[in-house]
């Protein structure tokens, strides 16, 4: 016997054989009353849960949030002390591809953070743009569907994708990010994030305002070309796990600069009166010139997880996870994805995921939740199993109650998409970009667009063509190069 500990079943017995199936002589059958083998054949089928309907594939560490600045007269979050340093995991994801998917292909990627404050988990489920592709939380399930494989052929559709957007010209803006030379970072460490929507921040004083969380990357923006992309595909489908794993393991910890823009309640009325948009709209940013940056720290990323299922596929993010000093907005969008996350880790984890050691707040947990599947720790104290009660059970703190919202309206299901400027964020976008990054734009877009129906490249070449006469006259002319390149080769392999 070594000092190694001993293997036991799951229910604590010591295990003498683990290398031979108990058989009726040396070559079988092998007998029903083998229950460690049953065992382990029955815990095999059970290994995978559900991958998540989107952003399957994902790659994740723990970190630091560490508040340099003092942003207390905006929120009275502990987290945002002065000073203070919070623990966080942060999971980076593509969203179309299933669990086995390429790590650099073009898609958005998730910029997902958990950070376990003393007042409880803030999450923050953002994305590396500062946009989305809709505006409404009816349209997410369309999209998506878009994005994965058809119905009949099973394989992804570019049809769809270019059909969805050139009907839904909010997903103009997202659509140039997504084609840009930063579709494809060459690793999650060279990407920013965004919290995208609009959240809000309350003070001690009760006052309220508007916010946008932007993370910048320390270690600037790389990204490959679709070329570079292909080639390191070739070689592995795993490039950003590689990456983020061996940083980390090698000392190499990635940081991000966290920023804020701020808006006071009441000022969004003028904003949309001088700009035409809804500071509430997810298919716009708020112009840096008008909300400038404010720094409030710095995150790093310094210890990979020990158990990659355990604490990234189990790790649970929730818009909806909030602490005192943080709140919502009217975001229609940020509404619908209150909902969704809670209900999606219910069906994929199980009832009590928030009870796994990777979603388990830092702080003391309190509350009436009982029984169901798997419930861990839940009953403290047995006796006060309802609420209010007289033994002592858990009770409210009013002492923290967010200060009311100031919603009013006819309630109606109100169309935007017709009346809204689809156009100017992105023009403002095109600008920027210099001769080179031009010139791929309208490759990447070409080259996406191959087999799509003319008819409908003909509906997405006019949105680009209302951006700037250069946006559409630049894709017309790589699709006619990419054409021309096609008919050349099919010439040649027919001579
Ligand atoms: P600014 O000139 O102040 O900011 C431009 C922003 O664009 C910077 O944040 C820069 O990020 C970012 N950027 C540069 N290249 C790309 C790219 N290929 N894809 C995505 N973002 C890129 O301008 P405004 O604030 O007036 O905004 C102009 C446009 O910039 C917007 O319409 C929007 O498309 C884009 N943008 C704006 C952001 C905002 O919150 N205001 C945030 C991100 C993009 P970095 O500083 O990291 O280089
Ligand atoms: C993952 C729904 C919009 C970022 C998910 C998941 C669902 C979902 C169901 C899988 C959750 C899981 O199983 O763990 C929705 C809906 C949306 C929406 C209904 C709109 C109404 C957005 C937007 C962003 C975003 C706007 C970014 C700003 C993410 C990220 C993940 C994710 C980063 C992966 C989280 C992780 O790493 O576990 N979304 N989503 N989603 N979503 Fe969304």
């Known amino acids: 016997m070594t000092d190694r500990p001993r293997l036991t079943t799951s ?11 108990k058989t009726v002589g040396p070559h079988g059958p092998v007998l029903l009353e083998d229950y460690q083998l049953i065992e382990k054949l029955a815990h095999q ?10 952003h399957a594939k994902g790659w994740g560490a723990y970190g630091t949030l560490r508040v340099t600045e003092d942003i207390s007269k905006y929120s009275r979050a502990a987290v945002f ?10 999971r980076f994801s593509t969203v179309a591809g299933e669990q086995g998917a390429a790590d650099a292909e073009r898609d958005v990627r998730g910029f997902a953070l958990k950070f376990y404050t003393e007042e409880g988990n803030w999450d923050l489920v953002g994305n590396n743009t500062p946009v989305f592709f809709v505006a409404d939380p009816y349209k997410f399930p369309d999209f998506i569907h878009t994005q994965k494989r ?3 052929t099973n394989l992804r559709s570019a049809t769809a ?15 140039t990010i997504l084609m840009s030379d930063r579709g494809i970072p060459t690793d999650p460490t060279f990407m920013n994030g965004y919290g995208s929507h609009t959240f809000s921040l309350w003070n001690e004083q009760g006052e309220r305002f508007w916010v946008k969380f932007h993370f910048k990357t320390q270690q600037g923006h790389k ?3 679709n070329d570079e992309a292909e080639g390191v595909i070739a070689k592995s489908r795993e490039s950003y796990q590689e990456a983020l794993y061996g940083k980390i393991d090698g000392g190499e910890f990635p940081k991000w600069d966290m920023f804020i823009q701020v808006m006071p309640e009441g000022e969004e009325k003028n904003f949309e009166e001088k700009t035409g948009w809804s500071a509430f709209d997810l298919t716009k940013v708020w112009p840096h010139g008008d909300y400038p940056l404010i720094k409030v720290g710095e995150m790093e990323l310094n210890r ?3 158990n990659y299922f355990g604490e990234i596929e189990q790790s649970a993010f929730n818009p909806s996870n909030v602490v005192p000093g943080i709140g919502f907005s009217p975001d229609k969008m940020l509404q619908g994805r209150l909902f969704s996350y809670p209900d999606a880790h219910r069906y994929r984890i199980g009832t009590h995921y928030d009870t796994l050691d990777v979603n388990k707040p830092r702080c003391p947990v309190a509350h009436y939740h009982r029984d169901g599947e798997m419930p861990r720790g839940l009953m403290t104290n047995p006796d006060a199993y309802y609420e209010p009660n007289s033994f002592g059970g858990p009770v409210e703190d009013p002492s923290v109650a967010e200060p009311p919202h100031r919603y009013a309206g006819d309630v109606d299901r109100y169309e935007f998409r017709g009346k809204a400027d689809h156009y100017s964020q992105p023009r403002a976008l095109f600008a920027l970009f210099d001769e080179g990054q031009r010139k791929r734009l309208f490759s990447n877009i070409a080259g996406a667009m191959a087999g799509v129906p003319d008819e409908i490249v003909e509906r997405q070449l006019a949105h680009f ?8 006259a630049g894709v017309r002319e790589a699709l006619k190069t990419a054409k021309d390149q096609a008919s050349l080769s099919t010439s040649h392999a027919a001579e």
């Open 81 to 90: 002390k002065p000073g203070s340093e919070t623990e966080m995991l942060a």
């Open 465 to 472: 063509t209302k951006v700037d006469e250069a946006y559409g």
């Open 161 to 175: 994708m270019w059909d969805f957007w050139s009907l839904c010209p909010e997903s103009l803006h997202q659509v």
């Open 150 to 152: 058809h119905p009949r």
């Open 11 to 21: 229910s604590g017995a010591p295990v003498a054989d683990n290398q031979n199936a």
């Open 304 to 306: 990979n997880p020990e």
């Open 223 to 225: 990204h490959f070309t």
């Open 45 to 54: 089928n059970r290994e995978r849960i559900p991958e998540r309907v989107v």
